[in-house]
């Protein structure tokens, strides 16, 4: 018999991390943390020049699903970042196939700058909290990222065994 689940028991968790989500992904956010650093960029360019700096070298399909875009968009917003010697496209080393992005020297600096800016956003959050209760979230949030990622396409596997 298959036990009924508590569906309203992450609830909340789902709620803040949806509300995380938004305020990392508000554009007005970008926007301001493009002035405030200083720089000239394209706010449609500025999350894709971040993950490229963060996780690149990265194919452009990866990209395009941090991003949530289709990899159509992200391979013509690469290719304006690319025009603008901010990052360039290689093939994989393992995979000719696969077309990625790498940060370049420009792309570099521009990212230090917009990096040096989220250091103070974060500073001013985490002003009134102790340096262990930060730790903490970190520790915690990494550890929730790396189970929640090893639980891709574990959804197709239940849906099979239930109808089995």
């Not at 960029?41 to 991003?67: H, K, N, T, Y």
């Not at 520790?139 to 959804?155: A, C, H, I, M």
């Amino acid at each position: 018999m298959k036990s009924v689940q508590n569906t309203h028991k992450y609830d909340a968790l789902h709620n803040c991390l949806l509300t995380i989500a938004g305020a990392l992904n508000r554009p007005q956010r970008d926007v301001a943390m493009i002035k405030a650093a200083g720089i000239d960029l394209d706010r449609a360019l500025f999350p894709l020049l971040v993950q490229v700096s963060r996780f690149g070298p990265i194919g452009v399909g990866e990209l395009a699903d941090r991003v949530g875009r289709d990899y159509s968009t992200v391979s013509r917003q690469v290719a304006k970042l690319e025009e603008t010697g901010l990052v360039k496209r290689q093939k994989n080393r393992q995979d000719k196939r696969i077309n990625e992005a790498a940060i370049t020297l420009d792309g570099r600096a521009m990212t230090d700058k917009i990096d040096a800016q989220r250091v103070q956003v974060y500073q001013r959050v985490f002003r009134h909290w102790p340096e262990s209760d930060r730790e903490t979230l970190e520790q915690l949030l990494s550890r929730f990222v790396s189970d929640f990622g090893q639980t891709e396409g574990d959804e197709n596997d239940e849906q099979k065994s239930d109808a089995g």
